[in-house]
């Protein structure tokens, strides 16, 4: 149930690449504990939206509230240290690092807080810590100081969004997380979304794979051309209603 307070919320932005106009007007609240599916066609504006939301791009008009606050990104990190966790769709891992240095990477204000601790950060306890990590959220990895060009597509897909929700404070965004896996770890990748979205998380799943979306999204936010067309409970869609509104062929 989504009965959490708003998190993070987009008021009338619009984002344009010189004469492209990406986004018009775009406003949405998420919700603590809420996923909600964030589809449309290719070039429908999903990943500038992403972009927007995790600080890579800022807006050419409107604001973002995280909290209630408006905030200004000024780079990707400004947002991850506020709480915000983003897997970029093209996102990939370190190969030649370990699976421990990946869960890592970039996390050098969370390190520090544990090398202030520790002294130092021994290679075991990043393992172990790594591997904690990734088992709260249900990803299981065999050894997570074996190098991650040993583990399958799957297995490292199931890292980096391990990393990513074992990281998130307050919104994790996925941008087409499940693209290119098998059911079954199609299967556990939702799982951790159900898991994220217990931990009070709000949720950004985005992905072209409709019964995903339909399966486990509490709200559906469709866009077209740059513009949201529609934006309510899942409960309100089947398969068929769905494309239609992400085509066109459905005014919703
Ligand atoms: N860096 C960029 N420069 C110019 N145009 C861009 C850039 N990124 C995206 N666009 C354009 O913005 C629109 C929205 O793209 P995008 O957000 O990638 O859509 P989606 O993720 O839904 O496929 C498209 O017309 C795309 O060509
Ligand atoms: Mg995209």
């Known amino acids: 149930m989504t009965t959490g307070k708003v998190l993070y919320e987009v008021k009338n932005v619009s984002k344009n690449y010189g004469s492209v106009q ?3 007007g775009v406003s949405l609240k998420l919700h603590a504990g809420e996923v909600i599916g964030l589809v449309g066609d290719n070039g429908a504006g999903k990943s500038t939206l992403v972009k927007v939301l995790s600080g890579a791009h800022q807006p050419s008009e409107g604001v973002v509230e995280l ?3 408006e905030r200004r990104w000024d780079s990707p990190h400004d947002a991850l240290v506020a709480g915000v966790e983003t897997l970029y769709q093209d996102s990939g891992l370190a190969p030649h690092l370990s699976v421990s240095s990946n869960v890592f990477l970039g996390r050098e204000k969370f390190s520090k807080g544990l090398l202030g601790k520790l002294g130092f950060l021994a290679q075991k306890d990043m ?3 790594a591997h904690e990590n990734l088992e709260k959220v249900g990803i299981a990895v ?3 100081n074996r190098s991650v060009s040993q583990l399958s597509g799957g297995q490292r897909q199931a890292v980096a ?3 990513a929700v074992s990281w998130a404070s307050k919104v994790i965004i996925l941008d087409e997380p499940t693209n290119h896996l098998g059911a079954r770890q199609a299967g556990e990748v ?3 979304i159900q898991q994220a979205k217990k931990r009070g998380l709000g949720v950004i799943f985005i992905s072209h794979t409709l019964p995903h979306v339909l399966q486990v999204t509490d709200r559906i936010v469709v866009l077209r051309l740059g513009k949201i067309v529609a934006d309510a409970p899942t ?3 089947d398969a068929e209603s769905l494309l ?3 085509t066109g062929l459905i005014e919703k």
Do not use: K, M, Y
Request: glycine share 12%; net charge negative; hydrophobic share 40%.
């Open 22 to 24: 990406a986004l018009t």
């Open 244 to 246: 239609g509104t992400i």
């Open 127 to 129: 393992d172990r810590i």
């Open 235 to 237: 409960s309100t869609f």
């Open 161 to 163: 969004i391990g990393r």
């Open 190 to 192: 939702l799982a951790v």
């Open 67 to 69: 909290d209630g606050e």
């Open 142 to 144: 065999p050894q997570s």
